[in-house]
């Protein structure tokens, strides 16, 4: 009799043990949490690449930038709503001192400081020269395919350093020559050819001057990438930027876009 009152009690406990058991709570997993830092975008030079990408100036001298002026603030970024965003990955927000601009959070970044030429036509020519104690700061955003970059060029100044033809008009070829083409020579020299079409004055967002916009053909024989882009010139209070949109040849359509949205970001500080 108190053999099986035993059994029973410990075929009872036996019970209540598989029970707790299987009516624990499930531990849940925690969430990984990635910080900014995991999503930055890898800074790579696009001007040193072995293959033509219609950059040809490679005598690119890096700068030791801070971190306030290179870092992206953040990789999730507000836009106004009639900008239209034509990549997927989002942008990133670049905010430097003189302006801030969005670019596609899949390019490269690349900042250099060169000097300033200034070209001066005559009836024998034109002659490119570095100009007097002037540098200026290069930042430029290139697509992993080297097919598209936007670039931005600035000095800081209040001279007169636009470019004349013997007319007296701004050369914007000249202009886009010592971004995108080679800034020890003039444009359209020894050979190839720039040209500039659609002229016209543009708001800028962030100051209340205007800058000048144009659109240009870049065809040339000297072995790098063929393009056409979009180019603004500001002449500021205290700067004078360029800011250029190049793409190569052929199938524009989201490059069109890329260019539009780019542009449509650009706010310059009230200071430029």
């Given at each position: 009799?108190?053999?099986?009152?035993?059994?029973?009690?410990?075929f009872l406990v036996l019970i209540l043990i598989v029970s707790s058991g299987c009516t624990q709570p499930e531990k849940t997993p925690v969430p990984v949490i990635t910080g900014p830092e995991m999503h930055t975008t890898p800074?790579?030079?696009?001007?040193?690449?072995?293959?033509?990408?219609?950059?040809?100036?490679?005598?690119?001298?890096?700068?030791?930038?801070?971190?306030?002026?290179?870092?992206?603030?953040?990789?999730?970024?507000?836009?106004?709503?009639?900008?239209?965003?034509?990549?997927?990955?989002?942008?990133?927000?670049?905010?430097?001192?003189?302006?801030?601009?969005?670019?596609?959070?899949?390019?490269?970044?690349?900042?250099?400081?060169?000097?300033?030429?200034?070209?001066?036509?005559?009836?024998?020519?034109?002659?490119?020269?570095?100009?007097y104690n002037l540098d200026r700061d290069i930042r430029a955003y290139s697509s992993p395919d080297g097919s598209m970059a936007f670039f931005s060029s600035l000095s800081a100044t209040d001279r007169d350093i636009w470019p004349?033809?013997?007319?007296?008009?701004?050369?914007?070829?000249?202009?886009?020559?010592?971004?995108?083409?080679?800034?020890?020579?003039?444009?359209?020299?020894?050979?190839?050819?720039?040209?500039?079409?659609?002229?016209?004055?543009?708001?800028?967002?962030?100051?209340?001057?205007?800058?000048?916009?144009?659109?240009?053909?870049?065809?040339?024989?000297?072995?790098?990438?063929?393009?056409?882009?979009?180019?603004?010139?500001?002449?500021?209070?205290?700067?004078?930027?360029?800011?250029?949109?190049?793409?190569?040849?052929?199938?524009?359509?989201?490059?069109?876009?890329?260019?539009?949205?780019?542009?449509?970001?650009?706010?310059?500080?009230?200071?430029?």
């Amino acid at each position: 009799m108190m053999t099986r009152t035993i059994s029973g009690a410990l075929f009872l406990v036996l019970i209540l043990i598989v029970s707790s058991g299987c009516t624990q709570p499930e531990k849940t997993p925690v969430p990984v949490i990635t910080g900014p830092e995991m999503h930055t975008t890898p800074v790579a030079s696009i001007l040193s690449s072995a293959e033509p990408t219609g950059i040809p100036d490679t005598t690119i001298i890096p700068v030791n930038s801070t971190a306030n002026a290179t870092r992206p603030t953040t990789k999730s970024v507000t836009t106004a709503p009639s900008l239209k965003q034509p990549v997927t990955g989002g942008y990133i927000r670049f905010s430097g001192p003189e302006y801030s601009v969005e670019y596609p959070a899949s390019w490269s970044t690349n900042q250099s400081r060169l000097p300033l030429y200034e070209y001066r036509h005559d009836l024998h020519g034109c002659n490119a020269a570095p100009a007097y104690n002037l540098d200026r700061d290069i930042r430029a955003y290139s697509s992993p395919d080297g097919s598209m970059a936007f670039f931005s060029s600035l000095s800081a100044t209040d001279r007169d350093i636009w470019p004349h033809n013997l007319n007296g008009q701004v050369a914007y070829e000249d202009i886009v020559n010592s971004v995108i083409g080679t800034r020890v020579t003039c444009a359209n020299s020894p050979e190839g050819a720039f040209t500039i079409a659609g002229i016209s004055q543009v708001p800028l967002d962030g100051v209340s001057f205007t800058g000048t916009r144009a659109d240009y053909a870049k065809i040339n024989s000297t072995g790098f990438t063929d393009g056409t882009g979009t180019i603004y010139v500001v002449t500021g209070r205290q700067h004078r930027g360029v800011f250029l949109f190049y793409r190569s040849s052929g199938n524009q359509g989201i490059q069109d876009s890329s260019g539009d949205y780019i542009f449509g970001s650009l706010r310059l500080d009230p200071g430029f």
